[in-house]
């Protein structure tokens, strides 16, 4: 079935390219990300761009998971992050969280549209990044997404680590529509 190609090929990168993003790019990501909708127009979320040389760059990076290592070599590393004390009030639900994630899924689509890649994560510890960042007290690390050009698996292959060879040996996968999507009521496990 025919589908926007940004979402048909979007996928996340276990290899990236050193090669520097430009700056266009960038604000489109952005631009995408602002633009997103959210409960009460809240707009919660916050985003810090950390690119290579930037002085954070290594304590971000040490913030990370030992199996997300593989997000060092992206030209950029984001965190975002919200105020929960901030939300829109309706339901009990943490709307910063659900609307900060559509933020970040229109950056992705966004990104994809300009040949580039992101690859979010939730492996990190949260304290670290957010000193890394400067994120106040009260916020919430939602996540952190590795952002730049995918590299070449072929050209990298002998300098990539076992456990990223592995992954990337793994078909991407999903679960057939039926499990989740339903017409009418919801006839999934109950
Ligand atoms: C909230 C969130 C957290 C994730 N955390 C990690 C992570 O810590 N490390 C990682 O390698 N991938 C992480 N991923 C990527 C998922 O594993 C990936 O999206 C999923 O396997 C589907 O693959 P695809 O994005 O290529 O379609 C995360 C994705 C999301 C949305």
Known sequence: ME?????????S????DGREVETEKVKAVIEAARWSPSC???QPWNFVFV?????????LEESLSLGNSWAKKA???VAVGADPSKDCDANKIPYY??????????AAIEAEHHGLRVHQMAGWKEEK???????????????????????????????LEQKVKDRLAQPRTRKPAK???FFGEFKGNK
């Open 3 to 11: 589908i926007l190609p940004e979402i048909k090929k979007r996928k």
């Open 13 to 16: 990168p276990l290899v990236f």
């Open 40 to 42: 009460y127009n809240n």
């Open 51 to 59: 690119g290579k040389n930037d002085r954070n760059r290594f304590a």
């Open 75 to 77: 030209p950029y590393l």
């Open 97 to 106: 969280a659900y609307d900060t994630g559509l933020s970040v899924m229109s």
């Open 129 to 159: 990044v957010k000193r890394a960042v400067g994120f106040p007290k009260g916020f919430r690390l939602l996540v952190v997404f590795a952002l730049g050009y995918e590299g070449s698996v072929k050209t990298l292959w002998d300098k």
């Open 179 to 181: 499990e989740n999507f």
